[in-house]
């Protein structure tokens, strides 16, 4: 069994920060990508942010320069830095990884946390 429990949501006010982090746990053989999407209220889940083992990232356009993706190999580990928050990143956000398990060890798959909130409000 493969586990992601991500952490740091809150409430902050508009221009803040906020960290997020996403601990990945289990029967974890090696870990892809790992990643960030988010889900506003009455609209589609999105892609935030993406990073390869090897530490290549994307990012959606709309947090371009605000939001930096990062991680930890070794904790198997991966966070997400929000600056300059504003409402309209107000969302439910969660973890992404694309895992290889010590079971199937040939066979990746998409695993994602329960999601943690976030609230940009004054």
């Known amino acids: 069994q493969v586990q992601l429990v991500e952490s740091g949501g809150g409430l902050v006010q508009p221009g803040g920060s906020l960290r997020l982090s996403c601990a990945a746990s289990?029967?974890?053989?090696?870990?892809?990508?790992m990643g960030w999407d988010r889900q506003a209220p009455g609209k589609q889940r999105e892609l935030v942010a993406g990073?390869?083992?090897?530490?290549?990232?994307n990012y959606a356009d709309s947090v371009k320069g605000r939001f930096v993706i990062s991680r930890d190999n070794a904790k198997n580990m991966v966070y997400l830095q929000m600056n300059m928050l504003s409402p309209e990143d107000t969302a439910v956000y969660y973890c992404?990884?694309?895992?290889?398990?010590?079971?199937?060890?040939?066979?990746?798959?998409?695993?994602w946390g329960q999601g943690t909130q976030v609230t940009v409000s004054s």
């Open positions: 289990g029967s974890i053989f090696s870990i892809g990508t």
């Open positions: 990073i390869t083992r090897g530490e290549t990232t």
């Open positions: 992404t990884a694309s895992i290889t398990t010590i079971e199937r060890p040939l066979s990746p798959g998409d695993y």
